[in-house]
């Protein structure tokens, strides 16, 4: 019960309407994207029965599009719908109004809630960018934040004079509104002159049947400045080695780790990653 999506959404708001609110010691769903890998990989080992389950409500980090997608096949009754908000928008910034929606769009996180506005900037330039570009997403709305609390250095790098929000999150929306999240922009991994979403490496990197959970991140190097590293959990029994993961994802340092470090609503903790893994053997491909 933390943050902006637990608090508003499963605290006060069912508060407000006046409904017995129980914090339970396990989960349920509504879920994180981390449930959600869970049920795809081992929903069929484990011989759950899901077949009273109708709709998942997702958010708190983005789902990529391939394990969204392995949802949908496993579980072709089940509704998965994503939403996107933040804290300093005070809550959803998008959801999805109508069932149908969801199968067609099953990788986006909905449409604009009333009352917010966006717009898709270039990260470089800061101007606008047409339906499908890829960009900075910029909310305004009379439900964004005044700003952080003593803090006005941070807080005119994160909104700007005509008051509107920068997200910090590269994403896009399609023609028909329907707005997709893609990274966190301080994540991008500039690799060789490109640049890398490392959300869109872990998506292949686990899509192998013999890993579990994993992360990416960057990490210096002196020739090219920045090189993609996955963190692996490998199966239980696994013998899986560096240079099985390498070629298939095309990352440059591969670490096997116990577990991937993430917080409670589901989203990678980076830092934890470096400590966890210093002491042990990291191999360069």
């Known amino acids: 019960m933390f943050h902006i999506y637990g608090l508003l959404f499963f605290g006060l708001g069912l508060l407000c309407v006046c409904v017995t609110t129980i914090s339970m010691q396990k989960y349920d769903l509504p879920a994180v994207p981390p449930m959600i890998l869970a049920l795809v990989k081992h929903a069929r080992k484990a011989r759950c029965d899901l077949s009273s389950l109708r709709r998942v409500g997702l958010?708190?980090?983005?789902?990529?599009?391939?394990?969204?997608?392995?949802?949908?096949?496993?579980?072709?009754?089940?509704?998965?719908?994503?939403?996107?908000?933040?804290?300093?928008?005070?809550?959803?910034?998008?959801?999805?109004?109508?069932?149908?929606?969801?199968?067609?769009h099953t990788d986006s996180c909905g449409k604009l809630i009333p009352t917010i506005c966006a717009k898709v900037v270039d990260i470089e330039t800061g101007k606008p960018l047409p339906p499908q570009k890829e960009g900075e997403l910029w909310f305004k709305s009379p439900t964004i934040m005044k700003g952080y609390l003593g803090n006005l250095e941070a807080t005119s790098a994160t909104i700007d004079s005509e008051g509107w929000l920068r997200t910090g999150d590269l994403g896009y929306i399609d023609?028909?509104?329907?707005?997709?999240?893609?990274?966190?922009?301080?994540?991008?991994?500039?690799?060789?002159?490109?640049?890398?979403?490392?959300?869109?490496?872990?998506?292949?990197?686990?899509?192998?049947?013999l890993i579990v959970d994993a992360a990416v991140?960057?990490?210096?190097?002196?020739?090219?400045?920045?090189?993609?590293?996955?963190?692996?959990?490998?199966?239980?029994?696994?013998?899986?080695?560096?240079?099985?993961?390498?070629?298939?994802?095309?990352?440059?340092?591969?670490?096997?780790?116990?577990?991937i470090p993430k917080s409670a609503a589901g989203k990678i903790l980076q830092k934890d990653l470096v400590s966890q893994s210093k002491y042990q053997l990291v191999s360069k491909l």
């Open 59 to 104: 958010g708190a980090a983005p789902l990529s599009k391939e394990v969204a997608q392995e949802f949908r096949r496993m579980f072709p009754w089940i509704e998965l719908r994503q939403g996107y908000g933040l804290t300093e928008s005070s809550g959803g910034a998008t959801f999805f109004a109508s069932d149908k929606d969801t199968n067609a």
């Open 175 to 209: 023609e028909n509104g329907f707005v997709y999240i893609v990274e966190r922009i301080k994540e991008l991994i500039k690799y060789n002159g490109y640049q890398v979403t490392a959300a869109e490496l872990e998506s292949v990197v686990l899509s192998h049947l």
């Open 217 to 259: 991140t960057v990490v210096e190097d002196e020739e090219t400045g920045q090189i993609p590293m996955a963190y692996v959990v490998r199966a239980t029994g696994s013998e899986l080695s560096e240079n099985q993961v390498a070629p298939y994802n095309k990352v440059r340092k591969v670490s096997f780790i116990d577990t």
